[in-house]
């Protein structure tokens, strides 16, 4: 680090995604004195092991994290995507720092790549609809509050804009792979599908399933947030106080909803969770409102990260659903 950065404020250390970059942080900086916001004290003694202060809080306690916002040099969130109230309680801290004088400070956010969801509802795939590139600083102007994260997303550009604070977005696709934190999670994407095939005793697909979502693995994901870390603490990565050239997308490979619940019917089949390992394809129609995402697709590019020399793995879905539904099944206590 060139930069004189020597304390990070973190937010979902006992998280998946959180976790695993708390875990790997240590290893490479080991000068960077980290505190982390943790929900449950019985997770202390976990946390501190990997040398990790925590801070008894929760994300209703707005004045906590502004607090401590305004302390470190930089703030990770890892914690929430969706939660304005702590992205505000974040950027209300920052601002207060960077008005008090101090350095200004850096802002690490994750958001997800489902903002850059298309408005598909019959489950094919749009080969001519929008490629949403994170190289290209237009696409990024484009995130508007209406889009999912884009509530979120916004705010953080903006404060960016306003010169308050370095602000950097990591935007992952659907993470796979062993959480490599201190609390062990398992994958979300993983979870949500093999949940929304118990609640359906199927898994399901929307139409022909030809609609694409993307994939990455958790250790490329850890590998980019070190990297745009590392970005931000040098000069190079202060320079430009364009907010929208420091937004990196993290996917590895984009794969089928079709697909995707075929790996699915194929895991839970086998455990005797489901009766039938064939997927069912279904209208979108006969579906809840919050599964839309099921016949929507992702078109995205990744470019600033590989600029950094990240290289994200070929990722195999199948073999991830398999090592990773038995986890997923215990945490759902399904026998």
Same mark, same amino acid.
């Given at each position: 680090?060139?930069?004189?950065?020597?304390?990070?404020?973190?937010?979902?250390?006992?998280?998946?995604?959180?976790?695993?970059?708390?875990?790997?942080?240590?290893?490479?900086?080991?000068?960077?004195?980290?505190?982390?916001?943790?929900?449950?004290?019985?997770?202390?003694?976990?946390?501190?092991?990997?040398?990790?202060?925590?801070?008894?809080?929760?994300?209703?306690?707005?004045?906590?994290?502004?607090?401590?916002?305004?302390?470190? $040099?930089?703030?990770?969130?890892?914690? $929430?995507?969706? $939660?304005?109230?702590?992205?505000?309680?974040?950027?209300?801290?920052?601002?207060?720092?960077?008005?008090?004088?101090?350095?200004?400070?850096?802002?690490?956010?994750?958001?997800?790549?489902?903002?850059?969801?298309?408005?598909?509802?019959?489950?094919?795939?749009?080969?001519?609809?929008?490629?949403?590139?994170?190289?290209?600083?237009?696409?990024?102007?484009?995130?508007?509050?209406?889009?999912?994260?884009?509530?979120?997303?916004?705010?953080?550009?903006?404060?960016?804009?306003?010169?308050?604070?370095?602000?950097?977005?990591?935007?992952?696709?659907?993470?796979?792979?062993?959480?490599?934190?201190?609390?062990?999670?398992?994958?979300?994407?993983?979870?949500?599908?093999?949940?929304?095939?118990?609640?359906?005793?199927?898994?399901?697909?929307?139409?022909?399933?030809?609609?694409?979502?993307?994939?990455?693995?958790?250790?490329?994901?850890?590998?980019?947030?070190?990297?745009?870390?590392?970005?931000?603490?040098?000069?190079?990565?202060?320079?430009?106080?364009?907010?929208?050239?420091?937004?990196?997308?993290?996917?590895?490979?984009?794969?089928?909803?079709?697909?995707?619940?075929?790996?699915?019917?194929?895991?839970?089949?086998?455990?005797?969770?489901?009766?039938?390992?064939?997927?069912?394809?279904?209208?979108?129609?006969?579906?809840?409102?919050?599964?839309?995402?099921?016949?929507?697709?992702?078109?995205?590019?990744?470019?600033?990260?590989?600029?950094?020399?990240?290289?994200?793995? $070929?990722?195999?879905?199948?073999?991830?659903?398999?090592?990773?539904?038995?986890?997923?099944?215990?945490?759902?206590?399904?026998?």
């Amino acid at each position: 680090m060139s930069r004189n950065v020597v304390s990070m404020f973190l937010l979902g250390a006992t998280g998946y995604i959180g976790g695993s970059v708390l875990a790997v942080l240590r290893e490479r900086f080991p000068g960077l004195k980290i505190t982390a916001l943790v929900r449950s004290e019985t997770h202390f003694d976990a946390i501190r092991a990997t040398g990790i202060t925590p801070i008894h809080g929760n994300f209703e306690n707005q004045a906590l994290i502004t607090e401590h916002s305004a302390r470190a $040099d930089v703030v990770l969130n890892a914690a $929430d995507s969706d $939660d304005l109230n702590l992205t505000l309680s974040i950027l209300r801290g920052m601002k207060q720092r960077y008005e008090s004088g101090k350095p200004k400070g850096i802002l690490i956010h994750t958001s997800g790549v489902a903002v850059f969801l298309d408005s598909g509802t019959t489950g094919v795939f749009d080969k001519n609809g929008k490629l949403w590139n994170d190289s290209e600083e237009d696409d990024i102007r484009s995130i508007t509050p209406s889009m999912l994260h884009g509530h979120i997303d916004v705010p953080i550009l903006n404060a960016g804009n306003e010169g308050y604070a370095h602000t950097y977005i990591v935007c992952p696709a659907a993470v796979v792979g062993p959480s490599l934190g201190p609390i062990g999670k398992s994958s979300f994407f993983v979870k949500a599908v093999v949940q929304m095939s118990l609640v359906n005793k199927r898994a399901l697909y929307v139409g022909e399933g030809s609609n694409e979502f993307n994939i990455v693995h958790i250790d490329d994901v850890v590998d980019l947030y070190c990297r745009v870390f590392e970005l931000s603490t040098e000069e190079k990565g202060l320079q430009s106080f364009n907010p929208y050239a420091r937004y990196f997308i993290a996917t590895s490979k984009s794969i089928s909803w079709r697909e995707i619940a075929t790996f699915a019917g194929a895991s839970l089949y086998k455990r005797d969770i489901l009766k039938r390992p064939e997927p069912l394809s279904v209208n979108l129609t006969d579906l809840p409102p919050y599964f839309a995402f099921l016949a929507a697709s992702e078109r995205i590019v990744a470019v600033r990260g590989k600029e950094l020399g990240w290289a994200p793995r $070929d990722v195999s879905l199948e073999h991830w659903f398999q090592a990773n539904v038995d986890a997923v099944l215990e945490g759902l206590h399904v026998d």
